[in-house]
């Protein structure tokens, strides 16, 4: 598959038995947009992130990468999504090179070794590459599986809370990351809570409630008042 | 090819490089296996003799029970920081994902059956030794049976919240064929006048079973780990 410069979701909904995640949700991203899924718990943020993903095949609708399905495309376009889920996508009793290396090879990158170094240089973990991931802070891991995901330079990127837990500093290192990304053309799509620290990051935002896309406000206030103005619209 | 193998190759070098460092699933899973045997011991061997044909039973459903555990422990570690879907992710063929995944078990329950014959032989006055080659087959047939469609279940099953107690729900009804199988072609061998004949036609079962087995899962792994 060719690379492709959008992502759009096209009237995506997932339903388990009668219960519906998520019910046409439709947005489109170009290359270097950050967009944002807001919304409260269990509004459909990881699922649709799944879906973009390919994790999960959507009930309904369609998600377009440039001009082809995930169907259409197969396991070559997941060589150009890289994921952080909530939980970090890290064997603990692996070290921190042998995870990256790991995933590198999984990606079939020419020298995973070179690149897993390179990455953890990046991080700033360069001197703890052979330790156990297992004793790392929270921080230290979501460097880790930030550099994981982007190790094979994927197109899109789709981050799943990932400010949890980082201290301030590592938060403005991750925003600057993405700010690197997004100069690359990455389209990146991001579900977060950490709605002061992503003020002002991002292109465009999805306010999700209730697995269903509600308006956003036409005012121009900080992004949490918006989003708390969303919220209590619908 | 060279890359379904390559894929395969990389998670069971993977498993294995866990496994080692943390012994946690083989060494919980021949805990479980030599405690089973030794219960069975205490209630089938009478002063120093066993009941005659029970081995070839107690050893295949220690080999049920303990890789079923096996199972449980080594897709549990694959939950806990939501590996899986790391691996589901990237861009190789899911069935070498399984593929690896199902090597990984199948030498841990090797391993866990080297020590598991001999214990059975000793407690239950087993012949092992009169046809290790054939004992060995039906081991190595049966244990790719159980592992083939274990490995499926438990992989679509690390999501539930109640993998637990689906887990063997859904496994051992499946696998009945295979135990069956394995059950007759070890007792035929374990029996005073061993029946090769027999054992050999058990045998051939359980590869047909394994072909069944392995070719279904291959197939439905990708459409039942995406949906």
């Known amino acids: 598959m060719s690379d492709f410069d959008s992502v759009t979701a096209d009237g995506v909904g997932r339903h388990y038995g009668r219960r519906r995640a998520l019910t046409n949700i439709s947005f489109t991203a170009r290359a270097g947009d950050i967009v944002g899924l807001l919304g409260h718990n269990g509004a459909g943020k990881s699922t ?7 994790l999960l095949a959507a009930s309904t609708g369609t998600v377009r990468y440039g001009g082809v399905t995930s169907a259409a ?18 064997y603990p009793e692996l070290s921190a090179r042998e995870n990256l290396v790991f995933f590198g090879r999984l990606y079939d990158m020419p020298d995973a070794v070179r690149a897993a170094d390179a990455a953890l240089e990046r991080a700033g973990l360069g001197a703890r590459a052979d330790d156990l991931v297992s004793s790392f802070s929270r921080g230290m891991r979501q460097r880790v599986a930030l550099e994981r995901a982007l190790l094979h330079g994927p197109r899109l990127l789709l981050l799943d809370e990932p400010f949890t837990g980082l201290d301030q500093a590592s938060a403005a290192a991750l925003v600057g990351r993405l700010r690197e990304e997004q100069a690359r053309g990455v389209v990146t799509v991001l579900a977060t809570h950490d709605l002061d620290v992503v003020d002002g990051l991002l292109s465009e935002v999805v306010f999700l409630q209730g697995g269903k896309r509600v308006a956003a406000p036409a005012s121009s206030g900080s992004l949490r008042d918006r989003y708390r103005e969303a919220m209590h619209a619908s | 090819m060279k890359a379904f193998l390559r894929v395969a190759a990389l998670v069971v070098r ?4 866990v496994e080692v460092r943390s012994l946690e699933v083989v060494s919980t899973t021949l805990f479980f296996a030599v405690t089973v045997v030794l219960i069975f011991a205490f209630g089938f061997v009478r002063e120093g003799v066993p009941t005659d044909g029970v081995a070839a039973a107690i050893l295949w459903i220690t080999v049920a029970f303990s890789g079923t555990l096996a199972l449980g422990r080594t897709f549990e570690r694959e939950r806990q920081a939501d590996t899986l879907r790391a691996l589901m992710l990237a861009p190789a063929d899911r069935p070498a994902l399984y593929a690896g995944k199902l090597v990984g078990m199948l030498l841990l329950m090797a391993l866990v ?5 001999p214990l059975v032989g000793l407690l239950f006055q087993a012949p092992i030794f009169r046809a290790p080659l054939r004992l060995a087959g039906l081991l190595a047939a049966g244990t790719l049976g159980f592992a083939a469609i274990g490995t499926l279940f438990a992989a679509m099953l690390v999501r539930a919240r109640s993998r637990d107690v689906l887990l063997p729900v859904l496994l051992y009804p499946m696998t009945v064929p295979v135990m069956i199988a394995g059950v007759r072609g070890t007792a035929a061998l374990f029996q005073p006048q061993p029946d090769a004949g027999m054992a050999q036609f058990w045998f051939a079962l359980l590869v047909f079973f394994d072909v069944v087995f392995v070719t279904l899962a291959l197939w439905t792994f990708e459409p039942l780990m995406t949906d």
């Open chain 1, 73 to 90: 495309a197969g396991a070559a376009l997941r060589a150009r999504i890289g994921m952080l889920g909530h939980d970090l996508f890290l």
């Open chain 1, 48 to 54: 649709l992130l799944s879906i973009l993903g390919t």
């Open chain 2, 113 to 117: 059956e080297l020590i598991l014959v």
């Open chain 2, 14 to 17: 993977k498993d294995l490089t």
